[in-house]
C-alpha cells in the first residue's frame, strides 16, 4: 500500500517508516496536520496514520478536512497514533473520521495485524472501485444503445423525440429559427423487395451515413423516424437555410448511384425531402412541426420524387 505517515516526532516516524517498509509499503511522512492535506492530495494514498497532538493543525482537524475533501466512494482508511487511551479520547477521533487508532509508542506486532488487515479492506476497495467503474460503462453504452438506432447506427425515434423537444425550448429561449427535414427514400419497397432485406439494409444504412457526413455544424442532427424515412433536425436555422441543406442531402443521396429496381422507372435510388421552420418568435409545438415537415414532404412525393419541397404555411 501507499501509507501516508505523520507524526511531529522524528524518531516516531523513523522507527514506525522502517516497520512499514520491511512489510513492502510505500511510506510518505509529513510532520503536522498542515503537511498531512497537502501530501493527501498530492499522493492519494491507501491508508494514513495520523498523529493526533500536532504543532499547526493537530491530528483530529487534518481528518476533518482530509474527510471534506473526499467522497464516500474515495473513503481512505485513517489509523490516529496516540498515547492516550481513554474511551473518550478514542471516540473523538472516530468522530473526527478516523476508523481505527494505534497507542504510542507503536508495537511492531500490532502495526502488522493492522496493515493486514488494512491491505484486505484496500484492496475490497480497489474492487469495488473497478466494479463501479466498470457499471459505469456499462450504464454509458446501455445509454447509447438505447438512443441509437441499431440497423443504421444514427438516433433513434424515442431520442429523436427527447431532442427535438429540447431544441424547441432551446430556440423559444433565444428567439432563434428551428427547422426540421423529413427525408425518405424513394420506392424503397421496390429496392428491398428485388434485391432482398440484407441489401436494403446496406442501403439505409448508406444513406444514414450520407446524410450525417453533409452536416458541416456539430449542432446539426439526424434520426431514423421509421423504415426508410429520416428526420434532420437544424437549430439556428431558418426555412430557406433548411431548403438548401435538404438540396444538398438530396443530390448527395442521388450521387450514390444505389441502382434502383428494374421496376421502378429511376435508374437510381433518390430521396424527397420536405422542411418546416419555426421562427422562434411564437410558440411552436413540436408536433405541428414535425406534421408540417411531413406535409411538404408527402408534397415532394406528389410532384414526382426526387424534389425537396417546403412548408408555406
Known amino acids: 500500500m501507499r501509507i501516508l505517515l505523520v507524526d511531529d516526532t522524528a524518531t516516531e516516524r523513523m522507527i514506525i517508516a522502517s516497520y512499514l517498509k520491511k512489510m513492502g509499503h510505500e511510506v510518505i511522512t509529513g510532520e503536522n496536520g498542515e503537511q498531512a492535506i497537502t501530501a493527501f492530495i498530492k499522493n492519494q494514498p491507501d491508508l494514513i496514520l495520523l498523529d493526533v497532538i500536532m504543532p499547526v493543525m493537530d491530528g483530529h482537524e487534518a481528518a476533518r478536512k482530509i474527510r471534506s475533501l473526499g467522497t464516500d466512494d474515495e473513503w481512505i482508511p485513517i489509523i490516529f497514533l496516540s498515547a492516550k487511551t481513554k474511551a473518550s479520547d478514542i471516540a473523538a477521533g472516530i468522530d473526527a473520521g478516523g476508523d481505527d487508532y494505534l497507542t504510542k509508542p507503536v508495537d511492531q506486532t500490532v502495526l502488522t495485524a493492522k496493515m493486514q488487515a488494512m491491505q484486505r479492506i484496500a484492496a475490497m476497495r480497489q474492487r ?137 422507372s429511376e435508374e437510381n435510388i433518390t430521396m424527397s425531402l420536405g422542411v418546416a421552420s419555426c421562427s422562434g418568435e411564437k410558440p411552436c409545438l413540436v408536433k405541428n412541426l414535425l406534421y408540417r415537415a411531413d406535409q411538404a414532404l408527402y408534397q415532394a412525393k406528389q410532384a414526382g420524387r426526387d424534389h425537396v419541397k417546403i412548408d408555406t404555411n
Do not use: W
Open 128 to 264: 469495488l472501485i473497478d466494479v463501479t467503474l466498470q457499471f459505469d460503462m456499462v450504464n454509458r453504452e446501455l445509454s447509447r444503445l438505447i438512443n441509437v438506432d441499431g440497423l443504421t447506427g444514427i438516433a433513434n425515434r424515442r431520442y429523436l423525440n427527447q431532442h427535438l423537444n429540447r431544441e424547441m425550448e432551446r430556440s423559444e429561449r433565444s428567439k432563434a429559427p428551428l427547422t426540421v427535414i423529413m427525408a425518405d427514400i424513394d420506392h424503397f419497397k421496390a429496392y428491398n423487395d428485388h434485391y432482398g432485406h440484407l441489401a436494403g439494409d446496406d442501403c439505409l444504412k448508406l444513406i444514414a451515413s450520407t446524410l450525417q457526413k453533409q452536416f458541416k455544424r456539430p449542432a446539426d442532427f439526424a434520426a431514423r423516424y421509421g423504415g426508410e424515412e429520416f428526420c434532420i433536425v437544424l437549430p439556428e436555422t431558418d426555412l430557406r437555410g433548411g431548403k438548401h441543406l435538404a438540396e444538398q442531402l438530396r443530390v448527395a443521396v442521388k450521387t450514390l448511384e444505389i441502382t434502383q429496381a428494374p421496376t421502378v
